[in-house]
């Protein structure tokens, strides 16, 4: 690694003192598949990060929705501030378990950048379109766009992320396999994840009214925690009350999974990264967490991801992008000329839906309009038609 300029610490020199003997080391990091020199100063998984957030599909994250839509308000999360919660949840869990906090802010700002417009239903919507060709999954398309779609440097395609962001991502693809080992930072976003849109999915649910505090208290979990804050429900106070809970099934969370792992890590006594992979080390949170989550999901998943408005904005986000991905594919001459570029590679289905995928949700509506609409209009008759 390059030195630092006179005064300032080497990023070895910093991970050395501040790591833990189980933390990913950027000294340790397998590069990148285009070498490329060092830096004075920014280490391999800072560099990463700086990357991805100036990525085009990053700054598309603020048009995709998370889970409500843009017309429901402006409070609840888009997908570019759930990224940014996760984010910050992420590395206050790894600093407290001495782990590797930019590769952790890397793979967290990457985690969901391959999602397609509309959310889930989106996803689910480019699924079936793809179905004879393997489907779709927002993980998968992260690595497209990191590693063909970006475009960054005139020498080759993609960002040139760092193995360890690449694989890390690819360990998420393929969560269902038992053979994938993911670094401990890659497990601390996962959980992250889950902690965060389990907190914003509810508070945003209790705010735009879907559902209503009170049904709230009956999920054991947040029963639990406003009876341990004392919180009396007293007219005007409803606001501060849904803060509070919120803030506090973040921090219970968090909590819970490093009064386990904290320990567990510290008896482990692993040397390396390479221990823990050896060891099939997985953080978890304990057993009395991991069913009060599971009867929160429940309740956001009946009473919110399944309510009628959440129900009928999904169904129409599906028709317009499944009838857009027909238009394209019947007109492929319309798609931009590095995705038409790309059709004898990967094939014209799922050239289409790579290009439908980076769209944001209101470009993807503009172009529905466009080539979907407009087209099947009845039309009259025009000055050209004479
Ligand atoms: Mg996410």
Known sequence: ????????????????????????????????????????????????????????????????LQVFTGDMGDYHRTRLTHTH????????????LRLNEDLIEALALFHDIGHPPFGHAGEDALHECLRDEGGFSHNQFALTLAEELEERNPAFRGLNLTWEVLDSQATRAAKEDPATHPVLEAQ???LADSMTYDAHDTDDAVKLGLVELEELLEVPLVGQISERLGLQPKQ?????KRKAIVHALIDWQVNDLLARCGPELGAADFRCVGDVKQAEYRM????????????LETFLFNRVYRHPTILESRQHAQHRLKRLFDAYRQQPERLPRRYRQRI????????VADYLAGMTDRFCDQR???YVEQDSAPRGLGVSEW
Do not use: N, W
């Open 85 to 96: 919660e996760v984010a910050s949840i992420a590395r206050t869990i790894g600093r407290a």
């Open 284 to 295: 978890t949170h304990s057993t009395e967490m991991r069913a009060q989550k599971a009867e």
């Open 236 to 240: 005007g106070q409803m606001k501060f």
């Open 344 to 351: 004898p590679s990967v094939g014209l289905k799922r050239g």
């Open 368 to 370: 529905y309009g466009d």
């Open 188 to 190: 601390v976003v996962d």
């Open 1 to 64: 690694m390059k030195g630092a300029p006179d005064g300032l610490q080497t990023i070895d020199e910093r991970e050395r003192v501040l790591l833990a003997p189980y933390a990913m080391k950027s000294r340790d990091s397998r590069g990148r598949k285009h070498a490329e020199p060092t830096h004075a100063y920014r280490g391999p998984f800072q560099r990463d990060r700086d990357r991805i957030l100036h990525s085009s599909a990053y700054r598309r994250l603020s048009g995709k």
